[in-house]
């Protein structure tokens, strides 16, 4: 199949988005740390040269919200997520609805699933048990007998939810599944965590009913050491991974086979990963299969720098820091799990700065539709036309490939391989020295209508347009020579401070033109052309920016 069939096909697919709301109000997992959003910095908070901007630093575990659990969480040996391959988190599936067949502290059998629907080897498998009712950002859940005449969301979604038996994971091992999501607090029963313990009153009613339903205690069920040794080795050896909290669009793909993309962030310490699940159905008039091989041949390009402590921050902004405050030995058989406390700034690592992050009216990264982040877009590679604090412009752009009106636009401009996870690592040069745009490119951009822009260095502005010019006045002066022996102006002359400043952060993000910044990653054996391009953001309802994992499909 041909690139401008695998876009048009994409295009015009059905997209289902799986998340559920991110915000400082989503309930955490039990005992550990909700989103903490700071400002450090507003728009009016700078100083020399110009208007600053909304900088954020949060505070939260990846136990928060719609995750992807890793190796990593249960296996210490495991592979990071930055080493989980691409295919691993990608592929064909089914969402299977059993909620008429559970409740309350129910146990759900290999049988149930098999019951509702054909489940083939080698799949994504989405578990619908109905507690996604629960989430705290869908309706109340009205109960006459309840206190307050409505249930406890966070119970329900949390503690009281239905889980797996145990020959439900040597089913999902001999089935080979790639991911097993569900639509609730955790893949596992939560009577097998260290909710038994938070909840005794909760385990008296959950084992009371196992008694009833199966004539057993809880760990004559599920024996203890059998229990560790299945959940905690076999099945992360196995690289058989979990999804949890999936919510949003998840009752409009019951029964359905899609092809999914679970894609966390590349977290090289971190055990566990925000993400933003994404399912994809065949347009109108395209049979499932021909739709799912195309997908299956299809190779998918991935432009995401790993998020490690080491990966370094803008300018002065908050680097990644990561703490423990759960070991997998620390607790009693099968309820440990390894969580940390990560806190940070956005603008490191592979990031999209979001429209609020310089205009304070603009939409979150939440509010934004999942379409606007994906669709047919460009890849401009311009990077034997720039070097060292050059100027690019649309002409370049135009010169190597067709941009049409509506596109996703990235720019490489070579400077990738100076990031510092590259052998050719020049941290400096990657972060004050990068090429940026002419003044007439952010009209170009409008005028174009495009959706968003991507670039393989620290910033879309040329660094020179940035605090950068006064804090490396040296750096400044090296550009303003450069710039007059190219264009017979000077910097301020070509670039004056109050149009071109900060330009295509300050310019185009009240046209609701964002963009990502650090694209690395594959970007190095991508060439100019068209492709199908996709951001998937966790869904940051108070986040003025936001990682994601940033990809490019073309064929295979």
């Known amino acids: 199949m041909n690139r401008e069939t695998i876009i048009s096909t994409l295009a015009n697919a059905e997209v289902f988005d799986l998340s559920q709301d991110l915000s400082i109000f989503t309930p955490p997992w039990p005992g550990d740390k909700a989103l903490e959003i700071t400002f450090f910095k507003r728009v009016t908070g700078a100083y020399g040269g110009g208007l600053g901007a909304n900088g954020q630093f949060i505070r939260w575990s990846n136990t928060t919200g719609t995750h992807l659990v890793g190796e990593r969480a249960y296996n210490s040996g495991g592979r990071a997520l930055a080493d989980v391959p691409i295919d691993a988190v990608t592929g064909r599936g089914i969402v299977v609805d059993i909620s008429d067949l559970v409740s309350d502290y129910s146990v759900y059998t290999p049988e149930m699933i098999t019951s509702r629907a054909d489940v083939h080897k080698g799949d994504i498998l989405i578990i619908n048990t109905g507690y996604h009712r629960y989430s705290w950002d869908r309706p109340d859940v009205v109960n006459p007998e309840a206190q307050g005449g409505v249930e406890s969301k966070e119970f329900g979604f949390l503690v009281r939810h239905p889980g797996p038996s145990m020959s439900f994971y ?49 760990d004559e069920m599920f024996p203890p050491q059998e229990y560790y040794h299945l959940t905690h080795q076999v099945v992360p050896k196995s690289h058989l991974l979990f999804a949890e909290s999936l919510v949003g669009q998840i009752d409009e793909l019951n029964g359905k086979r899609a092809w999914f993309m679970l894609l966390p962030l590349p977290y090289m310490e971190v055990a566990s990963s925000w993400m933003r699940p994404v399912a994809y159905r065949p347009p109108a008039g395209m049979d499932e299969e021909t739709f799912f091989q195309m997908l299956d041949d299809a190779e998918i390009l991935d432009f995401t720098l790993p998020f490690s ?100 636009l990235i720019i490489k401009t070579g400077f990738h391989k100076y990031g510092w996870n590259s052998p050719d690592s020049d941290e400096f040069r990657y972060m004050l020295r990068h090429p940026g745009p002419s003044p007439d490119f952010s009209a170009w951009v409008i005028s174009k209508k495009i959706k968003w822009l991507g670039v393989d260095a620290v910033s879309q502005d040329h660094p020179m347009n940035t605090i950068q010019r006064v804090w490396h006045p040296k750096t400044f002066a090296e550009a303003n020579a450069k710039l007059k022996a190219r264009f017979g102006k000077d910097w301020d002359e070509m670039f004056a401070l109050d149009k071109f400043y900060q330009d295509t952060h300050l310019n185009l993000f009240p046209k609701g033109i964002v963009h990502a910044e650090n694209l690395g990653n594959d970007m190095a054996r991508t060439p100019s052309g068209r492709y199908y391009l996709g951001v998937y953001l966790p869904k940051g309802m108070e986040t003025a920016s936001m990682w994601g994992r940033f990809i490019a499909i073309k064929e295979g």
């Not at 005794?200 to 009613?205: D, L, P, Q, R």
């Not at 799990?337 to 939440?366: Q, V, Y």
Request: net charge negative; glycine share 10%.
């Open 170 to 218: 040597k089913w999902a091992l001999d089935m080979e599944l790639k991911i097993v999501g569900v639509d609730c607090g955790i893949a596992e029963h939560p009577m097998n965590t260290n909710i038994r313990t938070m909840h005794a009153g909760e385990f008296e009613k959950a084992e009371a009913k196992l008694k009833a339903e199966h004539g057993k205690s809880w």
């Open 309 to 408: 402590v080491q990966t370094p921050q803008w300018a002065n902004y908050e680097p990644l820091v990561v703490h423990y405050v759960k070991r997998v030995g620390g607790l009693g058989y099968g309820l440990g799990r390894n969580t940390a406390l990560c806190e940070a700034s956005f603008h490191l690592a592979t990031h999209m700065d979001g429209e609020k992050h310089f205009w304070p009216n603009g939409r979150t990264i939440g509010q934004v539709p999942l379409q606007h982040w994906i669709g047919p877009g460009a890849i401009a590679d311009i990077s034997d036309m720039v070097s060292d604090l050059d100027v690019y412009s649309p002409e370049m752009i135009e010169s190597v490939v067709d941009v049409h009106e509506g596109d996703i």
